[in-house]
C-alpha cells in the first residue's frame, strides 16, 4: 500500500482551536468537548490524515462537531511522529519512507489503548469519522463492530471490492461515506462499487454516499476554501457527517 501526492497536499485553515492535549492511557489526544450538556455515553473517534492531531485543520473540526453536542476524540495513532504540517505541498517529502515506519503494528496500538479506556470510564457507543489514512482503521473498527456508525471521507487504502463486501457481510454500522471527483486512493470506480454493493436498501443498517464536484482526495479536512467548490465540498462532507451522526449514534 502507498499513499498519493494528494495527501500530503492541501491547505492550513486559519482559527483558535478550543479543545484540549488530553493523555488517555499514556496515547495523546486532542479533546473537544461540548459547552452543554451531552450525552456522556457517547464518543466521536476522530481518525485523522497523515498530519495527525497537531494540524490546526483537525482540531477546527473536532471543536465543530463538539459544537454540534458530540464528544470528540482525536487520536495520535502516529505516536508523536505525524508529517509536519510544514511538510504538507513539499515534493521533496519522503512519504514512502514515513509510511513504512507508520504500519499497523505502530499504529493501531494506541487505538486500541484509548478506545479500552473509554470503556471503561463509561463509553459505550461509537462513531468514528476518518480521513485519508484514518478511512482504513474506521472500516476496520466498524468490520469488529467496535463502533456503531460510521463516516469516512476521501478514505486510503481499502481493497476494493474486498472490503464492502466484508462491510455488508460484517458489519452493523450505518455507513457515510464523503466521495469526490479527483481521488486516487477512492476513484471513480470504487464510489459506484460501494454504491452497488452497499446501495438501494441492500445494506439494512443504512448505507449513504455524497459527491462533491470539483474536488480532490483531502477536501474534506484540508481543501482549500478559497476554491468556491472546495469550501461547498467541506462544509457539505461535515453537515452530512453531523446529520449522520444525529440520525445514528
Known amino acids: 500500500m502507498s499513499l498519493c501526492k494528494d495527501c500530503i497536499q492541501g491547505v492550513r485553515h486559519e482559527g483558535e482551536p478550543q479543545g484540549k492535549l488530553e493523555t488517555i492511557d499514556g496515547v495523546a489526544c486532542y479533546v473537544a468537548t461540548p459547552t452543554v450538556d451531552y450525552p456522556k455515553d457517547k464518543v466521536i473517534l476522530f481518525l485523522p490524515d497523515v498530519f495527525g492531531i497537531e494540524l490546526i485543520n483537525a482540531k477546527l473540526l473536532a471543536d465543530d462537531f463538539a459544537t454540534n453536542g458530540f464528544k470528540v476524540i482525536v487520536v495520535d495513532y502516529f505516536n508523536g511522529d505525524a508529517i509536519s504540517d510544514e511538510d504538507m505541498n513539499s515534493p521533496s517529502f519522503d512519504i514512502k519512507a514515513w509510511f513504512a515506519k507508520h ?85 471513480i470506480a470504487a464510489q459506484a462499487k460501494a454504491d452497488e454493493i452497499l446501495g438501494n436498501g441492500k445494506f439494512t443498517p443504512g448505507y449513504k454516499r455524497e459527491y462533491f464536484p470539483g474536488c480532490t482526495h483531502g477536501f474534506a479536512v484540508r481543501g482549500d476554501m478559497k476554491d468556491p467548490l472546495v469550501k461547498a465540498g467541506k462544509e457539505g462532507s461535515f453537515k452530512a457527517a453531523v446529520g449522520f451522526f444525529q440520525e445514528h449514534l
Do not use: W
Request: proline share 7%.
Open 103 to 187: 504500519g499497523t503494528e505502530q499504529t493501531r496500538p494506541p487505538l486500541d489503548k484509548v478506545i479500552a479506556k473509554l470503556k471503561e470510564e463509561g463509553v459505550t457507543k461509537f462513531g468514528a469519522t476518518g480521513y485519508c489514512f484514518g478511512g482504513r482503521y474506521t472500516f476496520d473498527l466498524a468490520f469488529e463492530n467496535i463502533i456503531q456508525c460510521t463516516v469516512v471521507s476521501h478514505p486510503s487504502f481499502l481493497r476494493i471490492p474486498d472490503d464492502l463486501e466484508r462491510y455488508f457481510n460484517d458489519s452493523q454500522a450505518p455507513l457515510l461515506i464523503n466521495s469526490c471527483e479527483i481521488d486516487q486512493m477512492f476513484p
